[in-house]
Nanobody, 122 residues
């Protein structure tokens, strides 16, 4: 069992940057693959980026490659999403999630945070 709390969302102008953080309350954080997902109004929840338990491998959606970077600090039980060159279409609620199974499949992520709103103004 793991509880996840996101922070760092907000309103930013197009071209700007934000850094999301997700703090996990568990003693076994390094056992979990972690991911960030986004959900815009009226749309499905999409995978944005994932990272393996060790941080050794990452995966990005095509729409964010070269702009977003996922990282983790297992000593701090925290995963981050650095978001650069933000676009209005990045506007969504961003969720942090944890998985003990496949680290690239949305359905394998069993634990979810409450989400943090990111709004990119044009």
């Amino acid at each position: 069992q793991v509880q996840l709390v996101e922070s760092g969302g907000g309103l930013v102008q197009a071209g700007g940057s934000l850094r999301l953080s997700c703090a996990a309350s568990t003693r076994t954080f390094s056992n979990f693959h972690m991911g960030w997902f986004s959900q815009a109004p009226g749309k499905e929840r999409d995978l944005v980026a994932t990272i393996t338990w060790s941080g050794g491998r990452t995966y990005y959606a095509d729409s964010v490659k070269g702009r977003f970077t996922i990282s983790r600090d297992n000593a701090r039980n925290t995963v981050y999403l650095q978001m650069n060159t933000l676009k209005p279409e990045d506007t969504a609620v961003y969720y942090c999630a944890a998985s003990t199974r496949d680290w690239t499949a949305r359905d394998s992520f069993a634990y979810w945070g409450q989400g943090t709103q990111v709004t990119v103004a044009s």
